[in-house]
Nanobody, 126 residues
Framework: QVQLVESGGGSVEAGGSLRLSCAAS????????VAWFRQGSGNVREGVAS??????????DYTDSVRRRFTISQDSTKNTVYLQMNALEPEDTAIYYC?????????????????WGQGTQVTVSS
């Protein structure tokens, strides 16, 4: 079994920054990819960023709306993936979830990811 635990959410003003963390435990051998999704008031879970975790290469993917503002990274020694979020906008307000699976399969369909955390709230005020 795999457990994913998010942390780092909070409330900031527009233009501010937050760093989210996703700590993996259990059978992390099966987690070759970690992605961040978010769910705002529209109740649609949107893919934000993903990273391959079993490689030394920088293999990341971002949705267009965050590409120039967010950075996904990992610390393999801690089995932790980070999402650095800069220049936050009110539209970024959502519950942010990390998701894991053996392979990265894009950001379009959250249902293809097998493992999920409980989510962390990010609120950006104007």
């Amino acid at each position: 079994q795999v457990q994913l635990v998010e942390s780092g959410g909070g409330s900031v003003e527009a233009g501010g920054s937050l760093r989210l963390s996703c700590a993996a435990s259990g059978d992390t051998y099966y987690v070759g990819c970690v992605a961040w999704f978010r769910q705002g008031s529209g109740n649609v879970r949107e893919g934000v960023a993903s990273i391959r975790t079993k490689t030394q290469d920088t293999d990341t993917d971002y949705t267009d709306s965050v590409r120039r503002r967010f950075t996904i990274s990992q610390d393999s020694t801690k089995n932790t993936v980070y999402l650095q979020m800069n220049a936050l906008e009110p539209e970024d307000t959502a519950i942010y979830y990390c998701a894991g699976d053996r392979f990265c399969k894009g950001l379009g369909d959250p249902q293809i990811y097998s493992y999920w955390g409980q989510g962390t709230q990010v609120t950006v005020s104007s």
